[in-house]
């Protein structure tokens, strides 16, 4: 594998695209993930439209990813809200040195990603739980806290 670029390129049409489905209630896409490809360049590693299992298919332990899914926080009232989490994923088996070359991509990240509601960052995809989501996502609710949430 190529070392990872210092600048990342996040202009890619089909990127851009998958990210404003994501964010766009009148669309079933709700979860996009990027990785890096063997010349170090981002690339869309999937979309999807069924959660946040089939986002985890995806998922390799060798392998960097970064991505969004998007949930729905239900309550009593009837009332959908959407909540963004932004997922950097490190696999266990990545190498020390290329994890920490890609942290320096983090802020861009969070740049193209923006407006998502919880950060979480995993090495395992146990840690990617629909618990562990619903937990994080409680924390920072508020008074207004839902009853539900929808994964897909």
């Not at 070392?3 to 990342?8: D, P, S, V």
């Not at 979860?31 to 089939?54: A, F, H, P, Q």
């Not at 392998?63 to 997922?87: C, E, H, M, P, T």
């Amino acid at each position: 594998m190529a070392a990872l670029k210092r600048i990342i390129d996040l202009s890619n049409k089909d990127t851009q695209q998958a990210w404003e489905d994501v964010r766009n209630d009148a669309t079933d896409t709700n979860w996009i993930l990027l990785t890096y490809d063997d010349n170090g360049e981002v690339i869309l590693c999937g979309k999807g439209s069924s959660g946040l299992n089939e986002m985890k298919k995806k998922l390799r332990d060798n392998q960097i990813y970064v991505g969004v899914i998007r949930v729905r926080a239900v309550d009593d009232f009837g009332s959908q809200r959407a909540k963004f989490v932004y997922i950097n994923y490190v696999g266990v088996n990545v190498p020390t040195l290329r994890a920490a070359r890609a942290s320096m991509h983090k802020r861009d990240f969070e740049r193209f990603f923006h407006g998502y509601h919880i950060q979480i960052h995993a090495d395992s995809q146990e840690e990617l739980s629909e618990d562990n989501i619903i937990a994080l996502l409680q924390a920072c609710a508020g008074a207004h806290k839902p009853q539900a949430y929808k994964f897909s």
